[in-house]
């Protein structure tokens, strides 16, 4: 059976002290990557993501181009393996790793994207304080309802389809809690996230224009081969379309649950998740149907990647 690969790529939340560091030191391609995030960035990312502290590393600001920076690392030493995909998708922030992966932006270009929206969103965070939280066991019918019920005229929406019935809503701190309570109340588990904004919600808009102004500063190409975002779970190659899609993401939920699905009925069959910790991994293996077959790969560091070689080339 031929392989048909998918390059899936992490969001925020799955950073760790020390991630991206053995690639960095063995392989030039990876370790160009934090020189370049070093260098947009104007402080040491490079530091934060080998060394830490995890609390700074965790700041938004800091975070988004640091595990940009290791997933692009991780992409890179694919690259020169020679293992292409035939889709690409990134979970929230991933999608601009995404991009890479598709030829649609520069490794150059996609940091400093992300470094502007990890500030604009903090900024956002602290002038719109917000809250999320992890839905489980309640499908997407049952969350509307409750985001309805709990909502009234505050802000409130889904902000990642994850699994069939792993839902995490983002809004503002009452609506998200009156909406904690629904869930409790159903039967169902509600787990608040630890994050310093409403990601995803209405309480991000106030970054719109600002972002738009300066993605158009920033080149784009049509993709090379095939994107899945997040905002529409479909496939776009248009520059302007994408970058449209990619302002509007700040504000839209993530379709990830409709992505994988997607794939998987177009036949991938090889999932390679490209960046920190197994996250996205989990959340494939528990929407692929119980008689599906598919092989799930991790690319987070030398022992990983070592791995993922000798699994897609046996």
Same mark, same amino acid.
């Given at each position: 059976?031929?392989?048909?690969?998918?390059?899936?790529?992490?969001?925020?939340?799955?950073?760790?002290?020390?991630?991206?560091?053995?690639?960095?030191?063995?392989?030039?391609?990876?370790?160009?990557?934090?020189?370049?995030?070093?260098?947009?960035?104007?402080?040491?990312?490079?530091?934060?993501?080998?060394?830490?502290?995890?609390?700074?590393?965790?700041?938004?600001?800091?975070?988004?181009?640091?595990?940009? /920076?290791?997933?692009?690392?991780? @992409? +890179? %030493?694919? $690259?020169?393996?020679?293992? #292409?995909?035939?889709?690409?998708? &990134?979970?929230?922030?991933?999608?601009?790793?995404?991009?890479?992966?598709?030829?649609?932006?520069?490794?150059?270009?996609?940091?400093?994207?992300?470094?502007?929206?990890?500030?604009?969103?903090?900024?956002?965070?602290?002038?719109?304080?917000?809250?999320?939280?992890?839905?489980?066991?309640?499908?997407?019918?049952?969350?509307?309802?409750?985001?309805?019920? /709990?909502?009234?005229?505050?802000? @409130? +929406? %889904?902000? $990642?389809?994850?699994?069939? #019935?792993?839902?995490?809503?983002? &809004?503002?701190?009452?609506?998200?809690?009156?909406?904690?309570?629904?869930?409790?109340?159903?039967?169902?588990?509600?787990?608040?996230?630890?994050?310093?904004?409403?990601?995803?919600?209405?309480?991000?808009?106030?970054?719109?224009?600002?972002?738009?102004?300066?993605?158009?500063?920033?080149?784009?190409?049509?993709?090379?081969?095939?994107?899945?975002?997040? /905002?529409?779970?479909?496939?776009?190659?248009?520059?302007? $379309?994408?970058?449209?899609?990619?302002?509007?993401?700040?504000?839209?939920?993530?379709?990830?649950?409709?992505?994988?699905?997607?794939?998987?009925?177009?036949?991938?069959?090889?999932?390679?998740?490209?960046?920190?910790?197994?996250?996205?991994?989990?959340?494939?293996?528990?929407?692929?149907?119980?008689?599906?077959?598919?092989?799930?790969?991790?690319?987070?560091?030398?022992?990983?990647?070592?791995?993922?070689?000798?699994?897609?080339?046996?």
């Amino acid at each position: 059976m031929s392989k048909k690969i998918a390059f899936l790529f992490p969001g925020q939340g799955s950073q760790f002290v020390g991630m991206g560091q053995d690639l960095a030191d063995q392989y030039p391609a990876a370790r160009d990557v934090f020189e370049k995030a070093d260098d947009i960035c104007e402080k040491p990312i490079s530091k934060l993501c080998f060394h830490g502290p995890l609390d700074e590393l965790t700041l938004t600001e800091n975070l988004q181009p640091a595990i940009t /920076a290791v997933s692009l690392a991780c @992409l +890179a %030493v694919l $690259n020169e393996s020679s293992i #292409k995909p035939t889709f690409s998708a &990134g979970h929230s922030l991933g999608e601009y790793s995404a991009l890479v992966s598709a030829g649609v932006i520069s490794v150059y270009h996609a940091l400093r994207l992300v470094r502007k929206r990890g500030e604009l969103m903090h900024r956002e965070a602290l002038a719109n304080p917000g809250a999320m939280a992890a839905l489980m066991g309640m499908d997407m019918d049952t969350v509307r309802e409750i985001v309805a019920l /709990a909502g009234g005229k505050e802000p @409130l +929406a %889904v902000a $990642n389809h994850n699994t069939a #019935k792993q839902i995490v809503i983002t &809004g503002g701190k009452s609506p998200i809690s009156r909406a904690i309570q629904l869930v409790k109340e159903r039967k169902g588990r509600a787990i608040p996230l630890k994050v310093s904004g409403a990601w995803h919600s209405e309480l991000m808009a106030g970054a719109l224009e600002e972002f738009r102004e300066f993605m158009e500063s920033i080149p784009f190409s049509e993709a090379g081969s095939t994107v899945l975002f997040n /905002a529409t779970a479909k496939e776009e190659t248009g520059a302007e $379309n994408i970058k449209d899609i990619m302002v509007r993401q700040l504000v839209h939920p993530v379709k990830w649950y409709d992505i994988i699905l997607k794939m998987l009925h177009d036949g991938v069959n090889t999932f390679v998740e490209v960046g920190p910790k197994r996250v996205l991994s989990d959340m494939v293996k528990k929407i692929v149907p119980s008689d599906g077959h598919v092989n799930i790969h991790s690319v987070q560091d030398l022992q990983t990647f070592e791995a993922t070689l000798t699994g897609i080339n046996a």
